[in-house]
């Protein structure tokens, strides 16, 4: 029997000089899509934003993070560190001409490779982030680290029942790919993200986005962006490159669930726009 959530993204493997890094590629014709996923998910857990964008004739990468998935774990644990792996692993696969596309600690990671000084952020051509980590507290950060690593190095058989009783409105995929991700995770990384031990900031870095960004935020309830941080980015982002936008009907998991099609919807508009 045909496994329902079957991924028929190739698995590749490439050595950096950290460690590795092992990521999904869907093939296509189209325009190249890099994607991050957030803390304690994996390149699986992009499973419907890659297929869907390849079966719009996208070429699709979805990376396993540093720690996470398959791959190795990064040398630190600071936003730029994760940024410089990603810009390799660009640079590595010969990439050019990109789109960048990131979720939670992922956006992080993409607005601070557009806002650095590695070399790959020449390629990246428009930059999606969807409800970003753009600053944390260090007084604050380690009291979320139980509630974010969660199951993380526990088999599915006790995790898919708390992911259920969670988020009980996502598709079956996301359940399998979150319990596997959660398995496969390094309690490592997730403790090293978020026991940084100085306060820092990615808001005033918008400033030097010299691309198209798009910033998709979750409901007030549940956005990882307070207000006074959308105010900062508001009032520092370039106004001609870099628009916001809030999705109703979302969650921080702005790609599981039920507010999948509307972000998605958000995503290939903004896409299609800037592109044009």
Same mark, same amino acid.
């Given at each position: 029997?045909?496994?329902?959530?079957?991924?028929?993204?190739?698995?590749?493997?490439? &050595?950096?000089?950290?460690?590795?890094?092992?990521? +999904?590629?869907? #093939?296509?014709?189209?325009?190249?899509?890099?994607?991050?996923?957030?803390?304690?998910?994996?390149? /699986?857990?992009?499973?419907?934003?890659?297929?869907?964008?390849?079966?719009?004739?996208?070429?699709?990468?979805?990376?396993?993070?540093?720690?996470?998935?398959?791959?190795?774990?990064?040398?630190?644990?600071?936003?730029?560190?994760?940024?410089?792996?990603?810009?390799?692993?660009?640079?590595?696969?010969?990439?050019?001409?990109?789109?960048?596309?990131?979720?939670?600690?992922?956006? @992080?990671?993409?607005?601070?490779?557009?806002?650095?000084?590695?070399?790959?952020?020449?390629?990246?051509?428009? /930059?999606?982030?969807?409800? #970003?980590?753009?600053?944390?507290?260090?007084?604050?950060?380690?009291?979320?680290?139980?509630?974010?690593?969660?199951?993380?190095?526990?088999?599915?058989?006790?995790?898919?029942?708390?992911?259920?009783?969670?988020?009980?409105?996502?598709? #079956?995929?996301?359940?399998?790919?979150?319990?596997?991700?959660?398995?496969?995770?390094?309690?490592?990384?997730?403790?090293?993200?978020?026991?940084? #031990?100085?306060?820092?900031?990615?808001?005033?870095?918008? /400033?030097?986005? &010299?691309? =198209?960004?798009?910033?998709?935020?979750?409901? =007030?309830?549940?956005?990882?962006?307070?207000?006074?941080?959308?105010? /900062?980015?508001?009032?520092?982002? =370039?106004?001609? +490159?870099?628009?916001?936008?809030?999705?109703?009907?979302?969650?921080?998991?702005?790609?599981?669930?039920?507010?999948?099609?509307?972000?998605?919807?958000?995503?290939? @508009?903004? +896409?299609?726009?800037?592109?044009?």
């Amino acid at each position: 029997m045909t496994d329902p959530c079957q991924i028929t993204a190739r698995r590749t493997t490439i &050595q950096l000089a950290y460690g590795r890094i092992s990521l +999904l590629e869907w #093939p296509g014709t189209g325009r190249m899509v890099v994607l991050c996923h957030g803390i304690t998910s994996s390149a /699986a857990t992009m499973w419907r934003l890659g297929r869907d964008l390849a079966a719009e004739g996208w070429r699709v990468i979805a990376l396993d993070m540093p720690g996470h998935g398959q791959s190795d774990l990064s040398p630190a644990y600071d936003i730029d560190t994760v940024a410089n792996i990603v810009g390799d692993v660009i640079q590595t696969l010969g990439l050019a001409e990109i789109t960048l596309i990131g979720h939670s600690w992922g956006g @992080a990671t993409t607005l601070a490779l557009l806002s650095g000084t590695h070399p790959a952020r020449t390629v990246v051509q428009q /930059a999606v982030l969807i409800d #970003p980590l753009v600053r944390q507290d260090a007084a604050v950060a380690p009291s979320w680290l139980p509630q974010f690593s969660r199951g993380v190095g526990q088999p599915p058989s006790e995790t898919l029942p708390m992911l259920h009783e969670v988020n009980p409105d996502w598709h #079956p995929c996301d359940y399998h790919w979150k319990a596997q991700a959660l398995a496969e995770c390094r309690y490592e990384q997730v403790a090293g993200l978020f026991r940084i #031990p100085e306060d820092w900031t990615l808001v005033p870095r918008i /400033a030097r986005v &010299q691309v =198209p960004v798009l910033i998709l935020l979750a409901e =007030p309830e549940y956005t990882i962006v307070p207000p006074d941080v959308q105010q /900062a980015l508001r009032a520092a982002a =370039p106004p001609t +490159l870099v628009q916001m936008q809030l999705i109703p009907g979302t969650n921080h998991n702005m790609l599981r669930g039920p507010g999948y099609e509307p972000t998605y919807r958000a995503l290939r @508009a903004f +896409l299609d726009a800037s592109a044009g």
